[in-house]
């Protein structure tokens, strides 16, 4: 493996990380007016999330920091490209850490229901539109031959895309509740109605990943270079969601909570797997002529030396620290133990 290789899988492994981790507590965010009825249920939820949402987001700058060193001209064409959708993703990631921050700085309930509701709106916005930017990464967007990228709005928003939009917010909801499953006492009200919402939108995620599978099979030719049989990874996807089926039925809430991860683990690497099999990393929809290749898009053979050193030393020291808070704050939460001020 040379070193564009290399650095197009640690892209691939960051931002795999980014959505299993982030993808559960953007879910949780996004539950949290279903689920909360009270102030000690909305401090509980929190909580659950609090010590470790930060240091979740870190993989996204991590993503976003490597492709600029590795790939500038893939960067550069894909941020321009879709620029509106990532100031909005911007905005809403800001307006979510702000939420937390300013949420209990004032004793008035109107205050903490005004920052409930940005937290919210700061978790679903960017887990919809993570998974328009993943569609057109495989559907391909106007490149044109001075490896800009074109059009408007209509060519970012379309079926496909909204459809991958759709499913990447269901599946994060869906994360969120089963790993609410796993932080919450079980004897608790609260894991109660994190049960209900882990099979109601379970049923409405496994609908829209279907879909889109579906769709990505037929209309982009999704499976068709990956070197094994094209129905292989839709039976995968259908094999692991009906897994979380089993395991919430079961009462295996650890095997629900994998098994939602590795339906996102799995849903991001068909996207890079698809890329990497053609040598594409942006296909153009004017001309295949005009799409961003592997090759082309590449930094210097001496910057991605140099990457590989500076890789080799902070991704390491990025995942232990991770493993260690996650070790920390493993206890389960109840709204009557104050959980906020203990845990966040």
């Known amino acids: ?80 490209g879709l620029y509106p959708v990532f100031v909005v993703i911007l905005l809403a990631l800001l307006l979510r850490g702000v939420s937390f921050e300013y949420r209990n700085q004032v004793d008035s309930q109107r205050w903490r229901d005004v920052w409930d509701w940005m937290s919210f709106l700061g978790s679903i916005v960017p887990s919809f539109l993570w998974g328009v930017v993943m569609a057109k990464i495989i559907e391909g967007m106007p490149v044109r031959d001075d490896q800009t990228v074109g059009g408007g709005l209509g060519d970012v928003f379309t079926p496909f895309a909204l459809a991958g939009g759709a499913a990447t917010l269901l599946l994060f909801v869906l994360h969120g509740a089963n790993f609410l499953l796993l932080r919450l006492h079980t004897d608790t009200v609260l894991y109660r109605r994190a049960r209900t919402m882990a099979f109601v939108w379970g049923a409405l995620a496994t609908v829209a990943i279907l879909v889109f599978v579906i769709q990505g099979y037929v209309t982009e030719g999704l499976f068709e270079d990956f070197g094994v049989l094209p129905w292989l990874f839709p039976a995968a996807a259908f094999l692991t969601l009906a897994s979380i089926w089993l395991a919430l039925v079961t009462r295996r809430d650890v095997l629900a909570f994998v098994m939602s991860g590795l339906t996102i683990v799995f849903a991001t690497m068909t996207v890079f797997i698809a890329l990497f099999t053609r040598g594409v990393v942006l296909p153009s929809t004017i001309s295949d002529d005009l799409s961003l290749t592997l090759e082309e898009t590449a930094s210097e053979p001496y910057t991605l030396e140099l990457m590989t050193w500076v890789g080799a030393i902070f991704l390491p020291l990025i995942i232990g620290y991770q493993i260690w808070n996650y070790y920390v704050f493993r206890e389960r939460v109840r709204p009557d133990e104050g959980a906020l001020d203990r845990g966040y």
């Open 1 to 80: 493996m040379d070193l564009v290789d290399l650095w197009f899988w640690l892209i691939a492994l960051t931002f795999t990380l980014y959505f299993f981790l982030e993808g559960f507590d953007f879910g949780v965010d996004a539950l949290r007016p279903l689920i909360a009825k009270d102030e000690s249920e909305e401090r509980a939820l929190t909580g659950t999330i609090g010590p470790f949402w930060d240091g979740n987001e870190v993989w996204v700058i991590a993503a976003a920091g490597v492709m600029f060193s590795t790939f500038p001209v893939w960067y550069g064409a894909l941020f321009s």
